[in-house]
């Protein structure tokens, strides 16, 4: 019971991951590469404060978000002057550069040793030590991405990024100022994705410059377009799918190093399949043109 609790309690965080990379590709239609560096420097934030600080993670989850959208407008505003496969590319580079930060920065990350002994949420009087707790706390994490979000989609912001995602031109032709929305939606991507890194540093208790590879992001891309691209919905059947059918494979007795390759492998059969037969995913209403 308690295995099943802890996939669920991955598939909540991957599913506010794959929310955050949906509003860029999926509503805004920015193909980015990079996103799993948002959640990396959440993650070591909060977990640095906490650390060394002493700052509650209550405090250190909204400040390692609030870092990581301050990064995203940073890293954002060079990136918009960049479309198509460039801007792919560059938030690529941008991820890749994040990673080999927390590798190489060891006074201040501990390198590839990783940060252990970080210590959970907790309320007066209790922490969230078992496993349903901390449940409990990811599925209203979940909640509240899934209602701030759906909310952003459906007012007249969201209907602009929408509209710059179908024809950017138009968008430009009636007044809108494209970058402006174009980072916001950057920025705000990256603040929930800083969300789930730091729930994933403070649930495993550890975290190292490996949880944040260039394959975390594709994995999360891949969850946004196997779900469906523009669609709420579609985050939630992505996430769920491909943190759940690959764990199947360990009830066929496989060791790791069989086990872990042939998770990459199907990964990457799925994005073929995908892009051959629906484009725009499972419930998704959007395709890269």
């Avoid at 007044?175 to 800083?194: D, E, P, Q």
């Amino acid at each position: 019971m308690e295995y099943l609790l802890h996939i669920l309690v991955i598939s909540g965080i991957y599913i506010i991951l794959t929310l955050s990379l949906n509003l860029l590709v999926g509503f805004t239609g920015l193909p980015a590469l990079g996103h799993i560096a948002f959640a990396c420097v959440g993650g070591y934030t909060s977990s640095l404060l906490a650390l060394n600080c002493g700052v509650s993670p209550w405090i250190g989850l909204p400040l390692g978000a609030l870092l990581a959208a301050l990064l995203g407008l940073v890293i954002g505003f060079p990136a918009m002057r960049l479309k198509g496969d460039y801007l792919a590319l560059a938030t690529f580079g941008f991820g890749v550069i994040v990673y080999s930060v927390a590798k190489n920065w060891v006074d201040l990350t501990r390198g590839p040793m990783g940060l252990p002994g970080i210590p959970k949420f907790s309320v007066p009087g209790f922490e969230l030590q078992p496993v349903w707790a901390y449940l409990l706390l990811v599925v209203l994490f979940v909640a509240l991405t899934t209602f701030i979000l759906s909310r952003i989609v459906n007012s007249p912001f969201g209907r602009v990024l929408v509209s710059i995602r179908e024809d950017e031109i138009a968008a430009l032709s009636i007044g809108k100022n494209v970058t402006r929305y174009k980072l916001l939606a950057f920025m705000i991507g990256a603040f929930f994705a800083g969300i789930a890194g730091s729930l994933y540093a403070h649930y495993i208790t550890f975290i190292d410059p490996s949880s944040f590879t260039a394959m975390e992001s594709i994995a999360v891309l891949l969850m946004v377009v196997f779900g469906g691209m523009g669609s709420i919905r579609g985050s939630f059947v992505g996430a769920l799918a491909l943190v759940i059918l690959p764990e199947l494979l360990r009830f066929l007795g496989m060791p790791s190093s069989v086990a872990a390759p042939l998770r990459q492998m199907i990964y990457g059969l799925l994005l073929v399949l995908l892009m051959l037969y629906r484009p725009q995913g499972i419930v998704g209403t959007y395709r890269f043109k």
